[in-house]
């Protein structure tokens, strides 16, 4: 490697204020905020730099990185650091309720809901009868009543905030009882014992990992007990020797002592499990009609809505959560109060079938769809890039959001040979290109799962396939 003399190239990098001298970058700045012209600078000045110093032969050097720097180069960085970054992408992972892909979208309804209420004035603390100032937790709480007989509802944030809310409201300096088997941690940091700990209450744990006994819980019953916690252990299974108390059980101790049940069911579900393919798990009308005092779920999970946390249960509880003045600190925004709103006014609708949420299209799609899919990329393949090798195969997806962990849907994907790429490489690619697919890797081969991705989007990824395999970014043409 023969060492080359960088202080010549590095000296004619031009000064930033110079740069801004160019009469045609003087034009830039009546278009664009000059920081935003400076900064763009500042980065393709330090981009030259950086080119010059990690170079190892003179001939690494181009015209670009010796040259002047332009008004167009200069445009193009304006316009690529001032890109939104919260940005459409196209969910080929198979999981339907993808934390990190923003969990459950939304129906059309629950769309069309929150433009208008964010686009205009509306009632959502104002009693268009009366005249006077109202509630905005009516919107949603005749509908919560109506779907899951509960007495009384109130909706927050999102449910750990449900969560936080409900022990401190009940339970602050006193003592919660709780199974060891439920101590769960879920994706971002998100612990039962620390949301306890901030809530104010005091842990008291029983039983073991495995099992846990209505004894256990009976043993701990104190003068300071004011409230028995049931969390739903979202995200894994304890199998083989396992025992839980039953909700029975625990209503009935609930009874004897007059302590509350608390259940934080993690995803909420309307829907019995069977009806949309699922393997069995009580829903919140079976909670509610079972005994539980409090029952706490997500909004964008199973449900199918935006994020929320709704809580549902006793009036008396509720009206104590609803009167405490961390509610107001925890409040739902109005966007969400309205997509929630056109969410449950669906499942009221259409009780049985409320498939006009993606969520419970995707859990209900019939496999032979998801195959005609997966046929009709394989296909476009075969037309636009008949080197690359695909095959479309049966394979398992998963619910996601913490719900079912154990449980596979059948699904279809279309399984891609990434040669010469690895898969590594091919996935990200995938992943970085316009637009971008979030695909997942099995055994070398990139699977593309036909659950999670829209019937609309079906036809743009042969396309995103070829700017893989041509290295080429691609055209963004279905917006973010
Ligand atoms: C997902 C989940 C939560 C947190 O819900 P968010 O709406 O994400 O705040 C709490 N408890 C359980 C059991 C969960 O599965």
Same mark, same amino acid.
């Given at each position: 490697?023969a &060492? =080359? !003399?960088?202080? %010549?190239?590095? *000296?004619?990098?031009?000064?930033?204020?110079?740069?801004?001298?160019?009469? @045609? $970058?003087?034009?830039?700045?009546?278009?664009?905020?000059?920081?935003?012209?400076?900064?763009a600078?500042?980065?393709?000045l330090?981009?030259?730099?950086?080119?010059?110093?990690?170079a190892?032969?003179?001939?690494?050097?181009?015209?670009?990185?010796?040259?002047?720097?332009?008004?167009?180069?200069i445009?193009?960085k304006?316009?690529e650091?001032?890109?939104?970054?919260l940005?459409r992408?196209?969910?080929?992972?198979?999981?339907?309720?993808?934390?990190?892909?923003?969990?459950?979208?939304?129906?059309?309804?629950?769309?069309?809901?929150?433009?208008?209420?964010?686009q205009?004035?509306?009632?959502? &603390? =104002? !009693?268009?009868? %009366?005249?006077? *100032?109202?509630?905005?937790?009516v919107?949603?709480?005749?509908?919560?009543? @109506? $779907?899951?007989?509960?007495?009384?509802?109130?909706?927050?944030?999102?449910?750990?905030?449900?969560?936080?809310?409900?022990?401190?409201t009940?339970?602050?300096?006193?003592?919660?009882?709780?199974s060891?088997g439920?101590?769960?941690?879920?994706?971002?940091?998100?612990?039962?014992?620390?949301?306890?700990?901030q809530?104010?209450a005091?842990?008291v744990?029983?039983?073991?990992?495995?099992?846990?006994?209505?004894?256990?819980?009976r043993?701990?019953?104190?003068?300071?007990?004011?409230?028995?916690?049931?969390v739903?252990?979202s995200?894994?299974?304890?199998v083989?020797?396992?025992?839980?108390?039953?909700?029975?059980?625990?209503?009935?101790?609930?009874?004897?002592?007059?302590?509350?049940?608390?259940?934080d069911?993690?995803?909420?579900?309307?829907l019995?499990?069977?009806s949309?393919?699922?393997?069995?798990?009580?829903?919140a009308?079976?909670?509610?009609?079972?005994?539980?005092?409090?029952?706490?779920?997500?909004?964008?999970?199973?449900?199918?809505?935006?994020?929320?946390?709704?809580?549902?249960?006793?009036?008396?509880?509720?009206?104590?959560?609803?009167?405490?003045?961390?509610?107001?600190?925890?409040?739902?925004?109005?966007?969400?109060?309205?997509?929630?709103?056109?969410?449950?006014?669906?499942?009221?609708l259409?009780?049985?079938?409320?498939?006009?949420?993606?969520?419970?299209?995707m859990?209900?799609?019939?496999?032979?769809d998801?195959k005609k899919?997966?046929v009709?990329?394989?296909?476009?393949?075969?037309?636009?890039?008949?080197?690359?090798?695909?095959?479309?195969?049966?394979d398992?997806?998963?619910?996601?959001?913490?719900?079912y962990?154990?449980?596979?849907?059948?699904?279809?994907?279309?399984?891609?040979?990434?040669?010469?790429?690895?898969?590594?490489?091919?996935?990200?690619?995938?992943?970085?290109?316009?637009p971008?697919?979030i695909?997942?890797?099995?055994?070398?081969?990139?699977?593309?799962?036909?659950?999670?991705v829209?019937?609309?989007?079906?036809?743009?990824i042969a396309?995103?396939?070829?700017?893989?395999?041509?290295g080429?970014?691609?055209?963004?043409?279905?917006?973010?």
């Amino acid at each position: 490697m023969a &060492e =080359f !003399d960088k202080k %010549k190239y590095l *000296r004619a990098i031009p000064a930033v204020d110079e740069t801004l001298k160019t009469p @045609d $970058i003087q034009l830039l700045l009546r278009r664009f905020p000059r920081t935003l012209v400076v900064k763009a600078i500042q980065l393709l000045l330090a981009q030259r730099r950086t080119r010059v110093l990690t170079a190892t032969e003179e001939t690494h050097i181009d015209e670009e990185t010796a040259g002047k720097i332009t008004a167009n180069a200069i445009e193009k960085k304006v316009r690529e650091i001032t890109q939104p970054s919260l940005t459409r992408v196209i969910n080929a992972s198979g999981i339907i309720v993808h934390t990190n892909l923003g969990r459950a979208p939304l129906s059309q309804e629950a769309i069309d809901s929150m433009v208008h209420t964010a686009q205009y004035y509306s009632n959502l &603390e =104002f !009693d268009l009868e %009366k005249g006077t *100032r109202g509630s905005r937790y009516v919107h949603v709480e005749r509908f919560l009543k @109506d $779907i899951t007989g509960a007495e009384a509802g109130y909706v927050v944030n999102n449910n750990a905030a449900a969560v936080l809310l409900s022990l401190n409201t009940l339970a602050r300096d006193r003592e919660v009882i709780i199974s060891r088997g439920e101590l769960i941690e879920i994706g971002g940091s998100f612990r039962i014992p620390e949301i306890m700990q901030q809530s104010g209450a005091r842990l008291v744990e029983v039983g073991t990992t495995n099992r846990t006994h209505i004894s256990d819980y009976r043993n701990a019953v104190t003068d300071q007990t004011a409230a028995i916690l049931k969390v739903h252990t979202s995200n894994y299974r304890v199998v083989g020797f396992t025992s839980e108390a039953s909700l029975a059980e625990l209503t009935a101790l609930s009874d004897e002592f007059t302590v509350p049940v608390l259940f934080d069911m993690g995803s909420g579900s309307f829907l019995p499990a069977a009806s949309v393919g699922l393997a069995d798990e009580p829903t919140a009308l079976d909670l509610i009609k079972g005994g539980a005092d409090l029952v706490m779920f997500s909004g964008d999970k199973l449900l199918g809505g935006p994020q929320a946390g709704v809580i549902i249960g006793r009036k008396k509880l509720i009206d104590a959560v609803a009167g405490n003045p961390l509610a107001r600190a925890l409040r739902i925004d109005k966007l969400t109060l309205a997509a929630l709103e056109a969410t449950l006014r669906t499942y009221i609708l259409k009780p049985e079938c409320p498939d006009a949420l993606p969520v419970i299209r995707m859990l209900t799609v019939q496999e032979a769809d998801l195959k005609k899919r997966a046929v009709k990329i394989r296909r476009d393949v075969k037309r636009l890039i008949p080197s690359l090798g695909v095959s479309v195969q049966q394979d398992a997806a998963q619910v996601g959001g913490g719900s079912y962990p154990i449980h596979d849907l059948p699904t279809w994907v279309v399984a891609i040979d990434p040669s010469p790429l690895t898969a590594t490489e091919f996935e990200q690619r995938l992943r970085t290109g316009s637009p971008h697919i979030i695909s997942r890797i099995s055994k070398d081969t990139i699977l593309l799962d036909m659950r999670t991705v829209f019937p609309e989007e079906v036809s743009v990824i042969a396309g995103c396939l070829r700017n893989v395999m041509t290295g080429a970014g691609g055209q963004d043409t279905i917006g973010h």
